[in-house]
């Protein structure tokens, strides 16, 4: 009995990958239009009142939830607060895309489906 060989052309494996990396990137840009909440229990200082937890909600409804990080309230309501930090929020982004993941590789397939029959059909109007 013989085995069958089965052969992936480079350009398959490339326009994968490519699929791929376009649907991640448009994907994180798309997650900074999602919103933060922060939960807190009301103190005699408001501005020192520990957060005890923070939500952030894409825009597809999905939640990444996380513990208050010892942030104050005053880290996160103000502009200028040390939670305003775009390298503090690029977790909460990141764990986003994976949290949204099932639309990420639907784009991946749909990006994959239209270099593929680019590239191997060619349509004509007459």
């Known amino acids: 009995m013989s085995k069958k060989e089965l052969t992936l052309n480079k350009s398959i494996v490339k326009n994968i990958l490519l699929s791929l990396l376009c649907s991640l990137i448009f994907f994180f840009i798309l997650e900074h239009f999602g919103s933060f909440t922060y939960q807190f229990f009301g103190g005699q200082q408001?501005?020192?009142t520990p957060v005890t937890g923070i939500t952030?909600?894409?825009?597809f409804g999905n939640k990444v939830q996380t513990d208050g990080q010892g942030y104050t309230l005053s880290d996160t309501s103000y502009k200028g607060g040390e939670f305003d930090s775009y390298l503090k929020r690029l977790p909460?982004?990141?764990?986003?895309?994976?949290?949204?993941?099932?639309y990420v590789a639907i784009l991946a397939i749909i990006i994959f489906s239209i270099l593929?029959?680019?590239?191997?059909?060619?349509?004509k109007i007459s």
């Open 92 to 102: 909460y982004y990141i764990k986003a895309i994976y949290a949204d993941i099932m």
């Open 116 to 123: 593929f029959i680019r590239r191997n059909y060619s349509i």
């Open 56 to 59: 952030y909600e894409t825009l």
């Open 46 to 48: 408001p501005y020192k």
